[in-house]
């Protein structure tokens, strides 16, 4: 018989290796969480990898590196995030963000103007106000309190010459909001196809898994290209642009901003992990809610696009159209471009 100390001793060991395996499931021990990762949305992505990395390589807080990663990103000009995008149908650029820690604490600014870095702004929302979500003019005035400076609202050379274009071959009906499109009549809320493929695209999504095993995540747009003024897409909304679960996972979403909302599309994908699907499942089942919910003749003009990471540093994609790709950088991966899978 064994001495009651050796017996507890033992027990001890057996309750913690159940609890290692009913908290990180499917026979993945402590050892094997993959972390540090950071992993984010198109081939902007990349580049907002390598700031992030530094972080999280050197040990940092995963909310440090979804912050820094993104503000490479919102630092571009002539791209599709931050002052340097296209603006809205009456010329001026407008941002959302939003960002999450691991804690559930969350911040977020929308339809904000004249201010370089939104991410930056948002997580001041979340530290040093009871808040959530500040928008517009309110916004501005609060990060001018926290000592953001005002950007000059001069158009970038590409948003410009975009700007111009789309005045030329569009008709400004602020009641009706029609565009004239390829392919005939489309509502303004429709993402275009550009001349090379791709869709415009107006958003960047970070997920980080630190070294110490917490998760956090960021997004940051200018929203869609020539929208009407005011409109706030699903970035900055905790639940549909970003969510995140500590014990389970987080999610970041890309695309066309009005569907994502109205499927709570980020908790939706976490709670499919939280159920024990994996991060490449939850995507795709969220991807398919909004499909059959819109039908798939409608789907097929617009683009909605997930990426997920778990708390054992898995990761996973879907997108409704071909050529979303998601970038990521691990102690596996050193920073890859991956084409997602996608529904057609």
Not at 80 to 105: F, K, Q, W, Y
Not at 175 to 199: H, M, R, T, V, Y
Request: charged content about 20%; glycine content about 10%; some cysteine.
């Amino acid at each position: 018989m064994l001495p009651r100390r050796r017996f507890l001793q033992l027990s001890s060991l057996g309750l913690g290796g159940l609890m290692a395996s009913n908290s990180f499931g499917k026979g993945l021990s402590l050892n094997s969480v993959n972390k540090p990762i950071v992993i984010s949305t198109w081939d902007a992505g990349i580049a907002a990898n390598v700031d992030a990395w530094k972080v999280l390589a050197n040990g940092g807080r995963a909310l440090d590196a979804v912050e820094k990663g993104v503000m490479v990103t919102e630092s571009s000009i002539n791209c599709c995030v931050g002052l340097g995008a296209n603006p809205d149908r009456d010329g001026i650029v407008t941002l959302d963000a939003s960002i999450m820690d691991e804690h559930g604490n969350a911040g977020a600014v929308a339809a904000i103007e004249r201010i370089k870095h939104p991410i930056s702004v948002a997580r001041k929302v979340m530290e040093n106000t009871p808040h959530v979500l500040l928008a517009g003019a309110g916004a501005q005035e609060f990060a001018i309190s926290q000592g953001f400076q005002l950007e000059p609202q001069d158009l970038s050379p590409s948003a410009r010459k975009a700007y111009k274009d789309w005045l030329k071959k569009s008709e400004y009906k602020p009641e009706i909001n029609i565009e004239q499109a390829e392919g005939g009549n489309k509502s303004a809320f429709a993402p275009l196809k550009l001349d090379n493929g791709d869709w415009n695209h107006d958003t960047i999504g970070m997920l980080a898994l630190d070294q110490a095993g917490n998760l956090s995540g960021s997004c940051t747009t200018s929203g869609m290209a020539f929208k009407v003024r005011g409109r706030v897409g699903d970035s900055p909304l905790i639940g549909a642009g970003l969510y995140v679960d500590n014990a389970y996972g987080a999610a970041v979403s890309t695309g066309l901003g009005e569907e994502v909302i109205k499927s709570a599309g980020t908790h939706l994908v976490v709670e499919f992990m939280r159920q024990g699907l994996s991060p490449d499942k939850a995507c795709k089942l969220a991807v398919e809610r909004i499909v059959s919910r819109t039908g798939s003749t409608k789907a097929k003009e617009f683009q909605v696009a997930f990426i997920a990471l778990n708390k054992q540093g898995q990761v996973g994609a879907y997108a409704i159209q071909k050529g979303f790709s998601y970038a990521r950088q691990d102690q596996k991966v050193n920073n890859e471009l991956i084409a997602s899978a996608s529904m057609f």
